[in-house]
T-cell receptor
Framework: DGGITQSPKYLFRKEGQNVTLSCEQNLNHDAMYWYRQDPGQGLRLIYYSQIVNDFQKGDIAEGYSVSREKKESFPLTVTSAQKNPTAFYLC???????????????FGSGTRLTVV | GDSVTQMEGPVTLSEEAFLTINCTYTATGYPSLFWYVQYPGEGLQLLLKATKADDKGSNKGFEATYRKETTSFHLEKGSVQVSDSAVYFCALSPNFGNEKLTFGTGTRLTIIP
C-alpha cells in the first residue's frame, strides 16, 4: 500500500547537534510539507516543496533546512540554530493542483524529537 | 487570506453522548473542506471531506455538511465512544492555484466511559 514513512519515530539530540528527520512517500505526490506540533498546539508549517529541486519557507523556517533531490524524499534537518527543537514533527504530501483541492494531504506517523 | 476557526477545547463527553465540534471558515471562491483526526502519538488521518456546497461527508459515524450560506462545516456524531477520544482538525483547501491547506487549531475530545 502507498503511504508516507517517517523515521525514526523517536529521536534524541544533544545540544549543538544537527539532526535529520527522514520522510519518504510512494504515492507519486509532487508536493511535500513539514509541520511542527508542540504539546496541545496546532500545526505550524516549516517548509514545503511543490516540485523536485524547489522548496519554500513556511511560517517557522528559522533553524531548519530541507532538500528535495528526489520526488519521493523530503528530509528535514534541525540545526543547532533552532533554539527550542523539542516537538513532534509531521511530514505530509499531496497531489498537485488542481487535484490537491479535492484530496487534501496524506500524513506520516510523525517523529518525536527531544533535546537531551 | 483563508482562515479556519474551530471551537476551543478541550471537550469532555460521556460515552453515547451527541457530539458537535463547530468549524467556520473564511475563503474566496469554493474551497474543499476536511476533517482530520489525530490519535495520541500519531499523525493526522483524513476523517471525511466535502468538495462543494451542500455535500455531506461521512465516515465511522461522523458527519459534516458543507454549508456555504453560513460558511460552516460542523462535525457531528450521534453516539460517541471512548475510542473517539482524539484531537480533531478542520481544514480547507482552495480549488485553484498552488495554495496550501489551512488548518484550524484543533479540538481535543475526551470521552468518559
Amino acid at each position: 500500500d502507498g503511504g508516507i514513512t517517517q523515521s525514526p519515530k523517536y529521536l534524541f539530540r544533544k545540544e549543538g547537534q544537527n539532526v535529520t528527520l527522514s520522510c519518504e512517500q510512494n504515492l507519486n505526490h509532487d508536493a511535500m510539507y513539514w509541520y511542527r506540533q508542540d504539546p496541545g498546539q496546532g500545526l505550524r508549517l516549516i517548509y514545503y516543496s511543490q516540485i523536485v529541486n524547489d522548496f519554500q519557507k513556511g511560517d517557522i523556517a528559522e533553524g531548519y533546512s530541507v532538500s528535495r533531490e528526489k520526488k519521493e524524499s523530503f528530509p528535514l534537518t534541525v540545526t543547532s540554530a533552532q533554539k527550542n527543537p523539542t516537538a513532534f514533527y509531521l511530514c505530509a504530501s499531496s497531489r498537485p493542483p488542481p487535484e490537491a483541492g479535492g484530496y487534501g494531504y496524506t500524513f506520516g506517523s510523525g517523529t518525536r524529537l527531544t533535546v537531551v | 487570506g483563508d482562515s479556519v476557526t474551530q471551537m476551543e477545547g478541550p471537550v469532555t463527553l460521556s460515552e453515547e453522548a451527541f457530539l458537535t465540534i463547530n468549524c467556520t471558515y473564511t475563503a474566496t471562491g469554493y474551497p474543499s473542506l476536511f476533517w482530520y483526526v489525530q490519535y495520541p502519538g500519531e499523525g493526522l488521518q483524513l476523517l471525511l471531506k466535502a468538495t462543494k456546497a451542500d455535500d455531506k461527508g461521512s465516515n465511522k459515524g461522523f458527519e459534516a455538511t458543507y454549508r456555504k450560506e453560513t460558511t460552516s462545516f460542523h462535525l457531528e456524531k450521534g453516539s460517541v465512544q471512548v475510542s473517539d477520544s482524539a484531537v480533531y482538525f478542520c481544514a480547507l483547501s482552495p480549488n485553484f492555484g498552488n495554495e496550501k491547506l489551512t488548518f484550524g487549531t484543533g479540538t481535543r475530545l475526551t470521552i468518559i466511559p
